[in-house]
């Protein structure tokens, strides 16, 4: 029986990927990483991404379960933050490779610019609000 110390880190980074590898929790982070101190309330949240407050929850969850952020509950909120600054570059990086794989395709690249830094992978049906994608909570349980 292999412990969690003995876990290989390609195990780790592969549950790391699999924890965001969900549209919803992309935007999530792009609005987190966007935001000042990389934090922000989970009114803000909702609002912003227009998921249903029961799939922002499972969302958060996930990404709270795989270290990817934190919360902080005041009196009358709670508010999400980045759980390390490495994770706004991981977004960024995603980016800069996204944008050199859609240099073929000049149509793409046009639209894939056009957007704000922290609206990548948001525009057509996912960028709607309330349409982010499948929220099967399958997904969102993922380890």
Do not use: C, W
Not at 101 to 119: C, I, K, M
């Amino acid at each position: 029986m292999i412990t969690p110390a003995q876990t290989p880190l390609y195990e780790i980074k592969a549950n790391l990927f699999k924890a965001l590898a969900h549209p919803a929790r992309i935007r999530i982070l792009e609005l987190l990483a966007a935001a000042p101190d990389t934090s922000a309330p989970v009114s803000y949240l909702l609002a912003e991404t227009g998921l249903e407050a029961s799939h922002l929850s499972q969302h958060l969850a996930t990404l709270r379960r795989h270290g990817v952020v934190t919360s902080v509950r005041t009196a009358n909120a709670v508010t999400y933050r980045l759980a390390h600054p490495k994770i706004a570059e991981l977004l960024a990086i995603a980016r800069v490779f996204l944008l050199d794989s859609l240099a073929g395709s000049s149509e793409q690249l046009r639209l894939a610019q056009e957007l704000p830094a922290g609206h990548l992978g948001s525009s057509g049906p996912l960028g709607s609000p309330g349409r982010l994608g499948n929220t099967d909570s399958s997904e969102s349980t993922a380890p």
